[in-house]
C-alpha cells in the first residue's frame, strides 16, 4: 500500500494498492505482446495516439494540478505551466519520430565487392519507465521517457512514484483511454505501484530497457539490478548533480547581479531540479558568500519539500557539508508546516573541495556552497576535482571574446565535465527543442551520450539492424526502397 | 614477458617484455595530454594522419604478412588481403569523419520561450582498444576500433593482443612513426603488453572508453572491471555468438546447396571468426545433418587454431557439445603439427534447446550444429530460446515473397534477435560501409545500440555537449555559425 500524503500539512489523503507480482508479470506480457504492433506503425499513426494523450492532459489540467498540488506542493502556477510542457512534449516528441531521422536509415547498394545492406534503426521493445518525484508531469508518467519511449515505437510499462501516487494512477488512466480512443493496441502502456513492482519490472525478461530520473542513489540501484540480469538490458539514468557556476576573474564586477540570479536559480521549485546549481566559484576579494547570503535573505524563499524524508535530508546535508568543512553564511530557517525545510548558504575554503569530499556532491534543496578561488590556478585545480554534472554555468565579463581571457578555457573545460554548457544564462530550465542534451558524464547520467531531454531522447529506445541481401518486400518500411514513411535516408553515403 | 608461438609447429619464435605499471600510466597521461588537441583538429586533417597510417601498412604489407603469419598461421593469402582491407578501413573512418555528419550538430536558434541552443558531439578523449586474436590487422592495433576512435578525435592505447605480439608491436613502431611525420600530436596512439597491462589501462582514471573484440568472458571480465570504476566508463565490447542460419520448409529442396555453403561458411579462417554460423536450424526429413557432414568430408579443411588454448578449447567443446545431447555426425580429424584441431559436425534434437544449455552458445573453431524442426511451432520455440547474436541467417525459398510464406516472420524474429540479418547470403564477411551493423542484443554486444564495424563505429566514441546562451567564438568549430569545418547541420530542427 502507499499512501499519498500533502506536504503542506504532512497529512494523509489518500493511499493506493501496491501492484502485485501478477499484475507486474501480467502488464509486461501485455507490453511484450503489443510490441511487434508499435514498432511496426508508422510513426504518423503513432502521433496521434501521443497527441491524443496530450489533448486528454490539456482537458483535464485543472483536476490534475488540483490534485498535483496536494500531494507535492509546487504550487498550482507551476504545475499549470508543467502540465502544457507535457503536452507540448508528447506532440515534440512524437514530431520528432515523424520526421523520420531517429530511424539512421542508410542504404548501400551492392558492389562487386560488398553486398547490398540496409540500415534501420528498430524499437528495443517494452521500456520500463521509473519518474521523478519533482516533475510529476514533465519528467513522470507521461514526461520526457515515456513519451520519447512511445514515440520511438516501444511500449512503456511505468512505475508510479509514491511521492504522487495518486496522481499517477490518475495519469495513467487517462492515457490508457485516450491511447485506446486513438487506436493504439491493448499493453501499449500500463502502471504499476509499489517498491516491489519496480524491482519486479527492472527484472523482468522482457523489459528491453530501463530509463531513470531521480537521485543518484536510486539510479545506480536500478543500474546495478539490470546489470545482474541474464540478459543485461541498458538503464538510462538521469540523476542529480552539482552543477558548478564559475563567475571569471573578469566578471568580478557582475558578482551582485550574478548572486541575485544564483539564488533564484538554486532555490527555484524549493530547490528541487536536477539542474539546480549547487555550486558557485568566485574570484577571491569580492566578498560573494555574503553577497549570495544577502540575496537570499532579500528572495525570503519558503521551501516546502516533496515528501517527509526529502525535508529531512535537506537539514541533514547542511550538517553534512559543516561536518566536511563548510561553513552556513546565510539561512532562511525552515517554517513550521508540513514538510518545510530551510534555504541555506555555505562557503567553504578551495582548499576544502578535495576528491571524495561531501562538498562535491548534490545537496538536494534551497542549498548551495559558495567557494572563492585565489587565481586561476586555483580555479582550475578545483575544476578538475569535480563529478560530471548535467549542466555547468559560466559568468564571464561579457560576451566579447577579447575582453574575457579566461573565458575559451573554461567553457571548454565545463565541456568536458557536462552534458551543457550555459554562459550568463541559468541552467535551471531545459527546454525540448531538437539541439538540447540533458545528461552528461558519470555520474550524472549513466550512459553518458544520453539525453533524456530533447530530440535525441529517442536515440535512447532504438537498436541498428542491418539487412543484408534481403529482399525488399521482408525489409521495414522505413529501410524500403519506396520509402513509403517519407525518411530522410542516406545511400552509397549521400544523404538525401 | 609475453612469448611469440607459431602455431604451425608450436615452436617459441621470440618473446615481448611486458609494459610496467609506469609505463602504462605514463602512455595513458600522455593520451589524456594529447586528448585536447586531437579533438579540436579538424577532421581533414585527422584523414592525413590517417592516410599516413594506411600507407605504411601498404609499404609495409610483405614484411607485416610474414610476421602475422609466422604467429596466427592464417595464411599468405588471407592475410594480404586483410592488410589491405584495414588500410581501406582506415581511410573509410577517416573519411566518415571528414563528412562530419558524426558530430550530430544542431542549432536552436532562441525563441521568445527558449535559448539559443547548440549541440556538438565531442570527443570521449583516450580510448582503451583491445584487438581480436582471430584478425591481427583488421580487429587489432590498428583495426577498427582504433581507426574509428582516432577518425573521432580520440587518442588510443591499445593493448596487444598476446597471440601477436610481435606484430603488435611492429605494427605500433610503424603507426607511431607515421603518425608522427604527418603531425599528429605526441601521445595520440601508444600500445602496452601484457596482462596486468590490460586492467591496468581498464582502471586508468583518463581512460574514458574501452572497446573490446574477442571472447564473452574476455569482454565481460573487462566490462565488469569498467563497472567497478569511481568513474564508469563505457566498455564496447563485441563477442562471439552462435548467429543461427535458419532453411525455412519451403527451402528444403536448396539443402544441399545450403549444406555447402554451410560449411564453406563456417569453417573459414579455421572457424575463427565471431560471425561464423554455429547452428543450423532445417526442415526435419530431409537429412540434413548427413548432407552437412558430406559437405565436410568433402572440403576436408585442416584447421590450425591461432593458440594452443584455442586448439584445446575445439576439442574440450566438441565434448561440451556432446555432454549436452549432441552427436557428432562428422568430423575431419585433427592434423598432427602445432595448433591443429578437427573440424566436427554435430547434431541434436530440437527439444535439446533449452534455455542454460551449452548447445546455446559459441563453441569457437570448425565446428557446427544442425538441428532439425518438426514444423513452425517448434521452429519458433528454438527461436525464442537463442541467445542474441551478431548475425542471422535465413535461407528461403526464393526472393519472391509470395513465394515462402514463413520468410517474413522468420525475418522479423532474427531481427529482434541478432544485428545483422542475412537472406541467401553467408554471415561471415563484414563489409565496413554505411549501413554496416557488427553489434547485437546481449551477449552479443555490451552495448546493443552500437557497431565495431562501419561509419556508425565513430558514434561509440563521442558525446554530445549543448551549449546555450554561449558565444559564437566559444562554440566548437563544428557548431559555429561560419560552419569552417563545413559539416551537415540541423537548424531550427531542418536538415541542411
Known amino acids: 500500500m502507499t499512501t499519498s500524503v500533502s506536504p503542506y500539512d504532512g497529512r494523509e489523503r489518500g493511499e493506493v494498492a ?25 510513426p ?4 496521434d495516439w501521443l497527441d491524443a494523450v496530450a489533448t486528454t492532459l490539456e482537458q483535464h489540467s485543472d483536476e490534475l494540478v488540483a490534485l498535483a498540488d496536494e500531494e507535492t506542493a509546487l504550487g498550482e502556477t507551476r504545475l499549470t505551466g508543467e502540465v502544457a510542457r507535457t503536452a507540448g512534449q508528447l506532440r515534440f516528441y512524437a514530431d520528432v519520430a515523424r520526421e523520420g531521422s531517429y530511424l539512421g536509415v542508410a542504404i548501400d547498394r551492392p558492389t562487386p565487392t560488398a553486398p547490398r545492406l540496409v540500415r534501420v534503426n528498430e524499437p528495443l521493445g517494452p521500456v520500463a519507465v521509473f519518474g521523478a518525484s519533482n516533475f510529476p508531469f514533465a519528467f513522470s508518467v507521461l514526461g520526457n521517457d515515456t513519451a520519447s519511449a512511445l514515440a520511438a515505437g516501444c511500449p512503456v510499462v511505468v512505475k508510479a ?6 496522481l499517477s494512477h490518475r495519469l495513467a488512466e487517462l492515457a490508457t483511454k485516450a491511447l485506446a480512443e486513438a487506436g493504439a493496441p491493448e499493453g501499449t502502456f500500463a502502471l504499476v505501484s509499489g517498491h516491489q513492482a519496480g524491482v519486479d519490472l527492472v527484472t523482468a525478461e522482457e523489459i528491453a530497457a530501463v530509463a531513470f530520473t531521480g537521485s543518484q542513489q536510486g539510479g545506480l540501484a536500478l543500474w546495478r539490478l539490470a546489470n545482474e540480469r541474464a540478459h543485461v538490458v541498458p538503464v538510462f539514468a538521469e ?13 568580478a564586477s557582475r558578482l551582485p547581479e550574478a548572486a541575485a540570479g544564483f539564488v533564484g536559480s538554486f ?5 528541487q531540479f536536477c539542474t539546480k546549481p549547487g555550486l558557485l ?3 577571491a576579494g569580492h566578498d560573494a558568500a555574503r553577497l549570495v547570503a544577502d540575496a537570499l535573505t532579500a528572495a525570503a524563499p519558503a521551501p516546502v519539500m516533496l515528501t517527509a524524508p526529502i525535508a529531512k535530508a535537506v537539514a541533514v546535508g547542511v550538517e553534512d557539508l559543516v561536518h566536511a568543512g563548510a561553513t552556513v553564511v546565510g539561512e532562511v530557517p525552515a517554517g513550521t508546516e508540513g514538510f518545510a525545510a530551510p534555504a541555506v548558504v555555505l562557503a567553504a575554503r578551495a582548499d576544502a573541495l578535495v576528491p571524495g569530499s561531501r562538498l562535491l556532491e548534490e545537496c538536494f534543496g534551497a542549498v548551495a556552497l559558495v567557494v572563492e578561488y585565489d587565481g586561476t590556478d586555483e580555479l582550475r585545480r578545483v575544476l ?27 567553457v571548454r573545460t565545463l565541456a568536458g565535465q557536462v552534458g551543457r554548457v550555459t554562459v550568463g544564462d541559468w541552467p535551471t530550465g531545459v527546454a525540448y527543442t531538437w539541439a538540447q542534451q540533458h545528461g552528461g558524464p558519470w555520474p550524472a547520467t549513466s550512459a553518458p551520450a544520453a539525453t533524456s531531454v530533447g530530440a535525441a531522447a529517442l536515440d535512447r529506445f532504438v537498436r541498428p539492424v542491418a539487412y543484408q541481401s534481403v529482399p525488399d518486400a521482408w525489409v521495414p518500411p522505413a529501410g524500403q526502397d519506396a520509402n513509403p514513411w517519407g525518411v530522410p535516408r542516406r545511400v552509397d553515403g549521400v544523404r538525401s
Chains 1, 2 share one sequence.
Not at 504518423?44 to 502521433?47: K, Q, S
Not at 563529478?387 to 575582453?403: K, N, R, V
Open 18 to 42: 501496491d501492484s502485485t507480482p501478477d499484475e507486474v508479470a501480467d502488464a509486461v506480457r501485455r507490453a511484450a505482446a503489443a510490441a511487434a504492433q508499435v514498432a511496426l506503425t508508422d
Open 44 to 47: 504518423a499513426v503513432r502521433r
Open 161 to 166: 512514484h509514491p511521492a504522487h501516487v495518486r
Open 239 to 251: 540523476m542529480g548533480t552539482v552543477n558548478p557556476v564559475v563567475v571569471t576573474p573578469a566578471a
Open 267 to 271: 532555490t527555484l521549485g524549493h530547490g
Open 281 to 283: 566559484l568566485a574570484p
Open 384 to 410: 578538475d576535482v569535480l563529478q560530471g554534472s548535467l549542466a555547468g554555468t559560466l559568468i564571464a565579463a561579457s560576451e566579447h571574446p577579447a575582453e574575457d581571457p579566461d573565458a575559451p578555457w573554461l
